[in-house]
Protein backbone atom coordinates (compact mmCIF):
# COMPACT_ATOMS: atom_id res chain seq x y z
CA UNK A 1 0.00 0.00 0.00
CA UNK A 2 1.46 3.61 -0.62
CA UNK A 3 2.68 5.68 1.78
CA UNK A 4 -0.20 8.30 2.44
CA UNK A 5 2.54 11.25 3.21
CA UNK A 6 3.73 10.45 -0.39
CA UNK A 7 0.36 10.74 -1.96
CA UNK A 8 -0.32 14.23 -0.26
CA UNK A 9 3.05 15.36 -1.13
CA UNK A 10 2.20 18.11 -3.83
CA UNK A 11 0.47 20.08 -1.26
CA UNK A 12 3.59 22.11 -0.27
CA UNK A 13 4.08 23.07 -3.40
CA UNK A 14 0.62 25.01 -3.66
CA UNK A 15 1.57 26.65 -0.74
CA UNK A 16 4.63 27.43 -1.95
CA UNK A 17 3.48 29.30 -5.03
CA UNK A 18 0.78 31.01 -2.35
CA UNK A 19 4.31 32.34 -0.38
CA UNK A 20 5.82 33.68 -3.80
CA UNK A 21 2.40 35.37 -4.49
CA UNK A 22 2.48 37.17 -1.43
CA UNK A 23 6.27 38.09 -1.52
CA UNK A 24 5.74 39.24 -4.83
CA UNK A 25 2.74 41.60 -3.58
CA UNK A 26 4.82 42.22 -0.91
CA UNK A 27 7.58 43.33 -2.87
CA UNK A 28 5.72 45.68 -5.10
CA UNK A 29 4.30 47.32 -2.47
CA UNK A 30 7.13 47.96 -1.10
CA UNK A 31 8.07 49.65 -4.51
CA UNK A 32 5.47 51.68 -4.77
CA UNK A 33 6.37 52.99 -1.40
CA UNK A 34 9.77 53.76 -2.86
CA UNK A 35 8.12 55.82 -5.91
CA UNK A 36 5.54 57.62 -3.36
CA UNK A 37 9.05 58.69 -1.30
CA UNK A 38 11.07 59.84 -4.11
CA UNK A 39 7.97 61.45 -5.06
CA UNK A 40 7.29 63.31 -2.31
CA UNK A 41 10.68 64.64 -2.05
CA UNK A 42 11.33 65.59 -5.42
CA UNK A 43 7.95 67.54 -4.71
CA UNK A 44 9.25 69.56 -1.42
CA UNK A 45 12.61 70.00 -2.75
CA UNK A 46 10.59 71.82 -6.25
CA UNK A 47 8.49 73.86 -3.83
CA UNK A 48 11.17 75.34 -1.15
CA UNK A 49 13.25 75.85 -4.48
CA UNK A 50 10.32 78.11 -5.99
CA UNK A 51 9.52 79.18 -2.40
CA UNK A 52 12.69 80.86 -1.87
CA UNK A 53 13.24 82.44 -5.38
CA UNK A 54 9.82 84.57 -4.51
CA UNK A 55 11.58 85.32 -0.90
CA UNK A 56 14.14 86.43 -2.26
CA UNK A 57 12.29 88.81 -4.92
CA UNK A 58 10.18 90.09 -2.01
CA UNK A 59 13.59 91.45 0.18
CA UNK A 60 15.27 92.11 -2.99
CA UNK A 61 12.38 94.72 -4.26
CA UNK A 62 11.85 95.64 -0.50
CA UNK A 63 15.39 97.10 -0.31
CA UNK A 64 14.77 98.69 -3.43
CA UNK A 65 11.43 100.52 -2.54
CA UNK A 66 13.64 101.75 1.06
CA UNK A 67 16.29 103.11 -0.85
CA UNK A 68 14.37 105.03 -3.14
CA UNK A 69 11.90 107.97 -1.59
CA UNK A 70 10.14 108.43 -5.51
CA UNK A 71 7.08 107.19 -5.54
CA UNK A 72 7.61 105.56 -9.27
CA UNK A 73 10.03 103.40 -7.61
CA UNK A 74 8.20 102.92 -4.67
CA UNK A 75 5.49 102.06 -6.59
CA UNK A 76 7.23 99.90 -8.96
CA UNK A 77 8.86 97.74 -5.83
CA UNK A 78 5.61 97.22 -4.06
CA UNK A 79 3.79 95.88 -7.38
CA UNK A 80 6.74 93.54 -7.54
CA UNK A 81 5.93 92.56 -4.18
CA UNK A 82 2.76 92.20 -4.55
CA UNK A 83 2.84 89.73 -7.87
CA UNK A 84 5.75 87.53 -5.36
CA UNK A 85 3.61 87.17 -2.77
CA UNK A 86 0.47 86.12 -4.44
CA UNK A 87 2.99 83.65 -6.41
CA UNK A 88 4.08 82.62 -2.92
CA UNK A 89 0.71 81.97 -2.02
CA UNK A 90 -0.20 79.75 -5.15
CA UNK A 91 2.87 77.46 -4.29
CA UNK A 92 1.67 77.22 -0.31
CA UNK A 93 -1.67 76.58 -1.55
CA UNK A 94 -0.54 74.05 -3.88
CA UNK A 95 1.76 72.45 -0.73
CA UNK A 96 -1.14 72.39 1.39
CA UNK A 97 -3.36 70.67 -0.67
CA UNK A 98 -1.40 67.88 -0.81
CA UNK A 99 -0.60 67.71 3.15
CA UNK A 100 -4.40 67.98 3.84
CA UNK A 101 -5.90 65.15 0.96
CA UNK A 102 -2.78 62.67 2.13
CA UNK A 103 -5.29 59.23 1.13
CA UNK A 104 -5.65 58.34 -2.34
CA UNK A 105 -9.31 58.16 -2.56
CA UNK A 106 -10.64 59.48 -5.92
CA UNK A 107 -12.74 61.98 -6.12
CA UNK A 108 -13.68 64.69 -9.34
CA UNK A 109 -11.13 65.66 -10.41
CA UNK A 110 -9.82 68.99 -12.70
CA UNK A 111 -7.03 68.00 -14.73
CA UNK A 112 -6.50 71.32 -15.92
CA UNK A 113 -6.26 72.94 -12.63
CA UNK A 114 -3.48 70.13 -11.49
CA UNK A 115 -1.27 71.01 -14.78
CA UNK A 116 -2.08 74.86 -14.15
CA UNK A 117 -0.71 74.34 -10.24
CA UNK A 118 1.86 72.03 -11.40
CA UNK A 119 3.50 74.71 -13.58
CA UNK A 120 3.37 77.23 -10.77
CA UNK A 121 5.35 74.86 -9.25
CA UNK A 122 8.15 74.20 -11.65
CA UNK A 123 7.88 77.85 -13.08
CA UNK A 124 11.16 79.28 -12.33
CA UNK A 125 13.02 76.14 -13.06
CA UNK A 126 12.23 75.80 -16.40
CA UNK A 127 13.39 79.62 -16.42
CA UNK A 128 16.32 78.55 -15.21
CA UNK A 129 16.92 75.65 -17.95
CA UNK A 130 15.72 78.30 -20.01
CA UNK A 131 12.51 76.09 -21.55
CA UNK A 132 9.74 77.53 -23.52
CA UNK A 133 6.28 76.15 -21.86
CA UNK A 134 3.65 76.27 -24.59
CA UNK A 135 -0.49 75.16 -22.79
CA UNK A 136 -2.88 73.94 -25.21
CA UNK A 137 -5.70 73.88 -22.39
CA UNK A 138 -8.82 73.68 -23.28
CA UNK A 139 -11.99 75.37 -21.38
CA UNK A 140 -14.86 72.66 -20.42
CA UNK A 141 -12.59 69.70 -20.18
CA UNK A 142 -14.11 67.24 -18.41
CA UNK A 143 -13.58 66.40 -14.74
CA UNK A 144 -12.26 62.50 -14.33
CA UNK A 145 -12.67 60.75 -11.02
CA UNK A 146 -9.19 60.75 -9.85
CA UNK A 147 -6.34 61.02 -7.17
CA UNK A 148 -5.49 64.49 -6.75
CA UNK A 149 -2.11 63.50 -4.91
CA UNK A 150 -1.51 60.51 -7.34
CA UNK A 151 -2.02 62.86 -10.79
CA UNK A 152 -0.19 65.76 -9.65
CA UNK A 153 2.97 63.34 -8.47
CA UNK A 154 2.45 61.86 -12.15
CA UNK A 155 2.98 65.47 -13.93
CA UNK A 156 5.51 66.55 -11.50
CA UNK A 157 7.32 63.51 -12.97
CA UNK A 158 6.83 63.80 -16.77
CA UNK A 159 7.44 67.49 -17.10
CA UNK A 160 10.77 66.77 -14.65
CA UNK A 161 11.48 63.75 -17.40
CA UNK A 162 10.95 66.39 -19.87
CA UNK A 163 13.23 69.46 -18.96
CA UNK A 164 16.16 66.98 -18.12
CA UNK A 165 15.71 65.53 -21.38
CA UNK A 166 16.25 68.64 -23.37
CA UNK A 167 19.30 69.91 -20.74
CA UNK A 168 19.37 73.88 -21.84
CA UNK A 169 16.76 75.20 -24.21
CA UNK A 170 14.12 73.51 -25.61
CA UNK A 171 10.37 73.77 -25.81
CA UNK A 172 7.65 71.89 -23.37
CA UNK A 173 4.38 71.55 -24.86
CA UNK A 174 1.82 70.26 -22.85
CA UNK A 175 -1.86 69.71 -23.74
CA UNK A 176 -5.55 68.59 -22.39
CA UNK A 177 -8.78 67.82 -23.68
CA UNK A 178 -11.69 65.60 -23.94
CA UNK A 179 -11.70 62.71 -26.76
CA UNK A 180 -15.16 61.58 -27.67
CA UNK A 181 -16.32 58.29 -26.94
CA UNK A 182 -15.35 55.89 -30.41
CA UNK A 183 -16.07 52.15 -31.64
CA UNK A 184 -17.69 51.67 -28.06
CA UNK A 185 -14.40 53.06 -26.04
CA UNK A 186 -15.32 55.45 -23.74
CA UNK A 187 -15.31 59.22 -23.58
CA UNK A 188 -11.47 60.01 -22.06
CA UNK A 189 -9.11 63.44 -21.33
CA UNK A 190 -6.57 63.34 -22.80
CA UNK A 191 -3.28 64.53 -21.70
CA UNK A 192 0.45 64.78 -24.07
CA UNK A 193 3.57 66.42 -22.48
CA UNK A 194 5.98 66.73 -25.25
CA UNK A 195 9.21 67.89 -25.37
CA UNK A 196 11.90 68.40 -27.78
CA UNK A 197 14.66 66.89 -26.71
CA UNK A 198 17.02 63.96 -26.51
CA UNK A 199 14.47 61.56 -27.83
CA UNK A 200 14.20 57.30 -26.59
CA UNK A 201 16.13 54.70 -28.65
CA UNK A 202 13.48 52.09 -30.07
CA UNK A 203 15.64 49.06 -28.11
CA UNK A 204 15.23 51.29 -25.07
CA UNK A 205 11.39 52.01 -25.45
CA UNK A 206 9.95 49.01 -24.29
CA UNK A 207 11.89 49.67 -20.58
CA UNK A 208 11.15 53.04 -19.59
CA UNK A 209 8.41 51.89 -17.40
CA UNK A 210 10.45 48.97 -15.96
CA UNK A 211 11.25 50.03 -11.78
CA UNK A 212 14.73 51.01 -11.02
CA UNK A 213 15.68 51.24 -15.31
CA UNK A 214 16.91 54.20 -15.90
CA UNK A 215 19.22 55.92 -18.87
CA UNK A 216 20.51 58.76 -16.47
CA UNK A 217 23.75 57.91 -14.60
CA UNK A 218 22.29 59.38 -11.16
CA UNK A 219 20.61 62.37 -9.80
CA UNK A 220 21.30 65.86 -11.74
CA UNK A 221 22.20 69.30 -10.70
CA UNK A 222 18.91 69.83 -9.14
CA UNK A 223 18.66 66.85 -7.28
CA UNK A 224 16.50 65.21 -9.37
CA UNK A 225 15.79 62.08 -11.48
CA UNK A 226 18.27 59.04 -11.72
CA UNK A 227 16.27 56.46 -9.46
CA UNK A 228 14.51 54.45 -12.37
CA UNK A 229 11.45 55.05 -9.93
CA UNK A 230 9.67 58.10 -12.17
CA UNK A 231 8.38 56.37 -14.82
CA UNK A 232 7.44 53.25 -13.42
CA UNK A 233 5.32 55.29 -10.66
CA UNK A 234 3.69 57.30 -13.39
CA UNK A 235 2.36 53.64 -15.15
CA UNK A 236 1.31 52.61 -11.93
CA UNK A 237 -0.92 55.58 -11.56
CA UNK A 238 -2.18 55.41 -14.81
CA UNK A 239 -3.07 51.57 -14.61
CA UNK A 240 -4.93 52.41 -11.26
CA UNK A 241 -7.23 55.15 -12.31
CA UNK A 242 -8.18 52.71 -15.56
CA UNK A 243 -6.01 55.05 -18.00
CA UNK A 244 -3.65 54.42 -21.32
CA UNK A 245 -0.77 55.61 -21.98
CA UNK A 246 1.76 55.30 -25.47
CA UNK A 247 5.02 56.82 -26.00
CA UNK A 248 6.17 58.57 -29.23
CA UNK A 249 10.08 59.33 -29.58
CA UNK A 250 12.58 59.72 -32.11
CA UNK A 251 15.94 60.13 -31.43
CA UNK A 252 17.49 63.60 -31.64
CA UNK A 253 13.86 65.02 -32.55
CA UNK A 254 11.92 64.10 -28.60
CA UNK A 255 9.72 62.84 -26.91
CA UNK A 256 5.79 63.05 -26.48
CA UNK A 257 3.69 60.63 -23.55
CA UNK A 258 0.12 60.45 -24.55
CA UNK A 259 -2.03 59.77 -21.50
CA UNK A 260 -5.95 59.44 -21.51
CA UNK A 261 -8.21 58.78 -18.66
CA UNK A 262 -11.62 58.08 -18.48
CA UNK A 263 -14.00 60.65 -17.85
CA UNK A 264 -15.99 60.79 -14.72
CA UNK A 265 -18.92 58.42 -14.61
CA UNK A 266 -21.80 61.42 -13.15
CA UNK A 267 -20.62 63.45 -16.20
CA UNK A 268 -21.26 61.18 -18.83
CA UNK A 269 -24.51 60.62 -17.44
CA UNK A 270 -25.43 64.31 -17.42
CA UNK A 271 -24.10 64.39 -21.24
Do not use: W
Amino acid sequence: MPDLKSVQSPRPAKHSMEEATAEIAALKSQVRHMQGLVSLGELTGTATHEFNNVLMTVINYAKLGLRNEDKASRDKALNKILDASERAAKITNTILAQARNRSDAKEPTDLVALVNDTLVLLGREMQKYRISVETDLAENTPMISASGNQLQRLLLNLMTNARQAMGEGGTLLIRVGAQPAVGGQPETVELTIRDSGAGIPQDVLPKIFDPFFSTKSGPDESGKGGTGLGLAACKDIIDEHDGKIRVESSVGRGTAFIIRLPVQASQKAAA
